[in-house]
């Protein structure tokens, strides 16, 4: 997984594109260091734990959960991973005409 | 990084180490059925920490393998067994019957027996809300109609609270699956009663009423299709952000932890 995001991260730069992360592995410090260690630059939210407040509303109970929203906010595919997910992002970013 | 479900066997009993039953009842004085059973779930507890600290210092992935092998599980079954039936009807029995539940992986033995047991004789024990919870996995061995009649027995039955709100989640998250439409709207139904009458009952990973209005968030807001609801979040600088300031753009949400 991660390093497939890292890439697409990258390989989107400048383009109307977001990674989200949900993070359930602890404290706002817990997770920092995980970040600068893994070299993690997209957005983070601080869930705490696996029973998180986010987690626990969007009813995720596996590890990675990913949605793929498009750009008028419509959840549009549940689940890709991978080069899966990279196939989603850039059908809809076509779609965006971007 | 690992893909990880905690709707996994193992979560489920990581989640019900002898420490946490202790903890449960610290004035009580402990009866000797109760004595036995913790003895038991030290020595199994004491292996499975052995096993990891072995695991940890290993180096390759051929031997970490083998030494996750040797992780308890099966082996504890006659343990288990023996003990349910030495100390037949007490508190320690339904506890040591479900360990057997949950330790059989590939289901050998006699699950259908074992619930009806736990049934007729621990109907008023707490063991029961595990039953409940373990039943969303067993339902593939006990066929889903005994499933949901067992499931009918707890709810109806049990005066115990925390039992009842298993049970329910338990039957909603089973028919909210069903192929059928009406199955559906009564799991739906099933979880609509958990969040209006059962609130605050801790299930070892958040109450049940708010993980079943997870599920009717998820069943109303989370279709693909759906207008994805807005969320409110704080990143790991206290920095707060929310979902629709992304709006226009192409956007992953990745629930994910680095473990």
């Known amino acids: ?98 | 990084m690992r893909t990880l479900f905690l709707i996994a066997p193992l979560a489920l009993f990581a989640g019900q180490s002898g420490a946490q039953q202790k903890a449960a009842a610290p004035q009580e004085t402990v009866s000797p059925e109760q004595k036995k059973l913790d003895e038991l779930l030290e020595r199994f507890n004491q292996k499975r920490a052995d096993v990891l600290e072995a695991y940890k210092k290993a180096t390759t992935d051929d031997e970490r393998e083998k030494i996750y092998a040797g992780m308890p599980g099966e082996d504890f079954i006659p343990a288990f067994k023996a003990l349910a039936v030495e100390v037949k009807g007490t508190d320690a029995a339904a506890h040591a019957w479900m360990w057997v539940l949950q330790l059989d992986q590939d289901r050998s033995e006699g699950m259908t027996e074992i619930v009806e047991l736990l049934l007729s004789e621990h109907m008023e024990s707490e063991v029961l809300a595990d039953l409940a919870g373990f039943m969303l996995f067993g339902s593939q061995t006990l066929g889903q109609g005994p499933t949901l009649e067992s499931l009918d027995a707890m709810i109806d039955g049990s005066s115990k609270k925390k039992v009842q709100a298993s049970a329910l989640f338990t039957k909603g998250s089973i028919l909210l699956n069903a192929k059928l439409e009406s199955s559906r709207a009564e799991g739906r139904k099933c979880m609509e009663r958990v969040v209006a009458n059962y609130p605050g009952i801790d299930s070892g990973r958040g109450t049940y009423a708010d993980r079943a209005a997870g599920s009717l968030f998820e069943l109303d807001h989370l279709q693909i299709g759906k207008a994805a609801p807005d969320f409110e979040a704080t990143d790991e600088n206290g920095v707060k952000w929310k979902l629709s300031d992304y709006r226009g753009k192409v956007v992953v949400v990745d629930f994910w932890g680095y473990w």
């Open chain 1, 1 to 98: 997984m991660l390093p497939h995001e890292k890439e697409l991260v990258k390989l989107l730069d400048g383009k109307p594109f977001a990674l989200l992360g949900i993070n359930s592995d602890g404290d706002a410090a817990t997770v920092k260091k995980i970040l600068a260690d893994q070299n993690i630059t997209w957005r983070q939210a601080i869930d705490e734990d696996t029973s998180g407040a986010l987690a626990t509303k969007w009813n995720v109970s596996g590890w990675p959960t990913i949605f793929v929203i498009d750009a008028k906010g419509v959840i549009r595919y549940r689940d890709v991973r991978d080069q899966d997910m990279e196939d989603a992002v850039k059908k809809l970013l076509a779609e965006a005409g971007a």
